[in-house]
């Protein structure tokens, strides 16, 4: 559905990398706290050793029947040990900190990398949508220009330039309400474990259908509805709504004059199940992976035809999730394309 080509990379360009240097840092709080920990256990350690040596000493001293020298030697023996002893934990001690310092080393590079990824998946984010904002803005800007640069406007040529100017707000709004939904969806106060009320999946789909009728009427395209009496689920309303509309509306951008988008509502097993079939261009199989994300469209053929932001499938998985279903896409490139929602049924 929605795929468009990642418009823009993340923005690395400053000369030092936070994430490089808070892996560092990481790096070095684990090492002092393993050092910290292999220094009082190797302390603890030698403590005991000694205080076992001491008292094996006095014992040897007290029982020794052979006289000062050889109780001599035994306690120079003792003491050999324990430096002994000592040059053992300090070289055990020196290859855990070292070994510690690598493992600490990937750890912080583990324990970053979700970060690293969501700081990531926000700039790709912001800078897809400046790009999306930008375009109709620049067409806007150069049509206006044109047009003052004109000697002479009739009144047609001055009505092309508002209504193509209104194109392309009404574009921009589309695109300002969809961040908004997605902002939306994305709160925290939207994923709570609130008690949710019963609802008939089937009677949500009719509605929402019947809010899209005239713009599949006017695109020529047929709307069909099969749902098997009531498919009750524990959901949020409106937010399901705006998720089935996002998921129908995209079928209808992608399905040419003529054809047809089948919405299916029916029960498998403990699940209620949504489908969104259309008959259109389909997906290559190289986008499917991708088609949830932000201002994805996938190939231009399709990026034509939708002319939309790319955050239908994007807000429609972010709600399924909330409610603890799934979202999922087969496709045959040319054959039309659909989107399959499933939630735990009542």
Same mark, same amino acid.
């Not at 050092?35 to 302390?43: G, K, N, T």
């Given at each position: 559905?929605?795929?468009?080509?990642?418009?823009a990379?993340?923005?690395?360009?400053?000369?030092s990398?936070?994430?490089?240097?808070?892996?560092?840092?990481?790096?070095?709080?684990?090492?002092?706290?393993?050092?910290?920990?292999?220094?009082?256990?190797?302390?603890?350690?030698?403590?005991?050793?000694?205080?076992?040596?001491?008292?094996?000493?006095?014992?040897?001293?007290?029982?020794?029947?052979?006289?000062?020298?050889?109780?001599e030697?035994?306690?120079?023996?003792?003491?050999?040990?324990?430096?002994?002893?000592?040059?053992?934990?300090?070289?055990?001690?020196?290859?855990?900190?070292?070994?510690?310092?690598?493992?600490?080393?990937?750890?912080?590079?583990?324990?970053?990398?979700?970060?690293?990824?969501?700081?990531?998946?926000?700039?790709?984010?912001?800078?897809?949508?400046?790009?999306?904002?930008?375009?109709?803005?620049?067409?806007?800007?150069?049509?206006?220009?044109?047009?003052?640069?004109?000697?002479?406007l009739?009144?047609?040529?001055?009505?092309?330039?508002?209504?193509?100017?209104?194109?392309?707000?009404?574009r921009? +709004? &589309?695109?300002?309400?969809q961040? !908004?939904?997605? *902002? /939306? =969806?994305?709160?925290?106060?939207?994923? #709570?474990?609130?008690?949710?009320?019963?609802?008939?999946?089937?009677?949500?789909?009719?509605?929402?259908?019947?809010?899209?009728?005239?713009?599949?009427?006017?695109?020529?395209?047929?709307?069909?509805?099969d749902?098997?009496?009531?498919?009750?689920?524990?959901?949020?309303?409106?937010?399901?709504?705006?998720?089935?509309?996002?998921?129908?509306?995209?079928?209808?951008?992608?399905?040419?004059?003529?054809?047809?988008?089948?919405?299916?509502?029916?029960?498998?097993?403990?699940?209620?199940?949504?489908?969104?079939?259309?008959?259109?261009?389909?997906?290559?199989?190289?986008?499917?992976?991708?088609?949830?994300?932000?201002f994805?469209?996938?190939?231009?053929?399709?990026?034509?035809? +939708? &002319?939309?932001?790319?955050?239908? !499938?994007?807000? *429609? /998985? =972010?709600?399924?999730?909330?409610?603890? #279903?799934?979202?999922?896409?087969?496709?045959?490139?040319?054959?039309?394309?659909?989107?399959?929602?499933?939630?735990?049924?009542?």
């Amino acid at each position: 559905m929605h795929r468009s080509k990642r418009f823009a990379a993340p923005a690395t360009g400053s000369r030092s990398d936070p994430f490089r240097t808070a892996r560092l840092k990481l790096t070095l709080l684990y090492l002092a706290t393993i050092a910290l920990v292999v220094s009082v256990l190797s302390w603890a350690l030698y403590e005991f050793h000694a205080h076992d040596v001491e008292g094996l000493e006095r014992r040897r001293s007290a029982d020794e029947m052979e006289g000062e020298r050889l109780a001599e030697d035994a306690r120079a023996g003792l003491e050999e040990y324990l430096e002994h002893l000592g040059r053992s934990i300090i070289v055990a001690d020196a290859i855990t900190i070292a070994a510690g310092g690598v493992l600490g080393y990937l750890l912080a590079a583990r324990t970053l990398r979700p970060i690293k990824e969501a700081v990531e998946a926000e700039q790709r984010f912001f800078a897809n949508a400046a790009h999306d904002l930008r375009t109709p803005l620049a067409v806007m800007q150069s049509e206006a220009e044109v047009a003052l640069r004109s000697r002479e406007l009739d009144p047609k040529e001055a009505r092309s330039v508002i209504q193509s100017s209104l194109e392309e707000l009404r574009r921009m +709004s &589309g695109m300002v309400e969809q961040i !908004l939904d997605l *902002a /939306k =969806t994305r709160s925290p106060r939207a994923s #709570g474990t609130r008690s949710l009320p019963r609802l008939d999946l089937g009677a949500l789909a009719a509605e929402t259908l019947q809010r899209l009728a005239r713009r599949a009427e006017e695109r020529g395209i047929r709307m069909t509805h099969d749902a098997s009496g009531p498919v009750l689920i524990a959901g949020d309303a409106p937010a399901l709504e705006r998720a089935l509309y996002n998921v129908i509306e995209n079928a209808i951008a992608y399905t040419p004059r003529g054809g047809c988008v089948t919405v299916r509502v029916r029960r498998d097993g403990g699940d209620a199940v949504l489908d969104v079939a259309d008959t259109g261009i389909g997906i290559a199989p190289e986008d499917l992976p991708h088609i949830t994300e932000p201002f994805f469209r996938g190939d231009k053929a399709r990026s034509v035809h +939708s &002319g939309g932001a790319g955050l239908g !499938l994007t807000i *429609a /998985k =972010t709600v399924v999730d909330e409610h603890r #279903g799934s979202l999922h896409v087969t496709s045959v490139p040319g054959s039309g394309a659909t989107v399959s929602l499933r939630f735990p049924a009542l």
